[in-house]
């Protein structure tokens, strides 16, 4: 358990709807990372929360979007779903403070869109 | 823009057999270096990492990078692979002041025993 949680582990939904995935950080990080990974594009960054606050963004869709609550967990939020958005989607977070430390990934959510 | 090349896409070795997997990245300013491995099902691990002071880093599992700021290069080697080392190997790069990792696409390792 590397402390980072993602729920759920897989979901199957169809073309055209819309999916929200969670993640909650290592105790104590207030950074939390979104990426998207996909046999053909490899690892991508989507975007960055600090402390409730958009950091920074990637390559992410406008169909998507993200939020971080008070509580520091994350959900990224994925609309008009293509088939094309089927991939593991993995969190981490990091802490400012050790920011230079690494970053801690939870266990992916496995999103397939039939 | 920053970026990260893994020059191979899949490696195939003998246990025993000594191991260098290569990764250079582009950008001009002081940057941190990651190597992450991510067993078949599972999530990424960081095996190690770069900040600065000696370049040579010595990681989990017997691995180790050098970082050649010259050549812009940051290889993982492993004197002896083991069964237990297939896995796929991430190379990552944050550099300035983005938070975010920008990883390389991946080197598949797979060893027989």
């Known amino acids: 358990d590397s402390g980072v949680t993602q729920t759920p582990k897989h979901l199957i939904t169809a073309t055209g709807q819309r999916v929200t995935l969670r993640c909650s950080p290592r105790?104590?990080?207030?950074?939390v990372y979104w990426y998207q990974q996909s046999l053909d594009q490899g690892l991508q960054f989507l975007i960055q929360y600090y402390n409730g606050e958009e950091r920074a963004k990637g390559n992410i869709l406008e169909r998507f979007s993200a939020q971080q609550f008070p509580d520091l967990h994350s959900e990224l939020n994925l609309s008009s779903l293509e088939l094309g958005d089927s991939a593991l989607y993995f969190c981490?977070?990091?802490?400012?403070?050790?920011?230079?430390?690494?970053?801690?990934f939870g266990s992916g959510t496995r999103l397939t869109v039939v | 823009a920053q970026s990260v090349s893994q020059h191979n896409h899949h490696v195939i070795l003998s246990e025993a057999a000594s191991l260098e997997l290569g990764c250079n990245y582009s950008y001009g300013g002081t940057v941190n270096l990651f190597w992450y491995v991510q067993y078949p099902g599972q999530h990424l691990q960081l095996l190690l990492k770069y900040f600065s002071g000696d370049p040579l880093v010595k990681g989990i599992k017997g691995f180790e990078a050098e970082f050649i700021k010259s050549k812009f290069s940051f290889n993982l080697r492993k004197p002896s692979v083991q069964w237990s080392d297939t896995a796929e190997y991430f190379c990552?790069?944050?550099?300035?002041?983005?938070?975010?990792?920008?990883f390389g696409k991946g080197t598949k390792l797979s060893v027989k025993p």
């Open positions: 105790s104590g990080d207030l950074s």
């Open positions: 981490a977070s990091s802490g400012l403070d050790r920011e230079g430390y690494g970053y801690t």
């Open positions: 990552a790069v944050k550099g300035g002041s983005q938070g975010n990792l920008i």
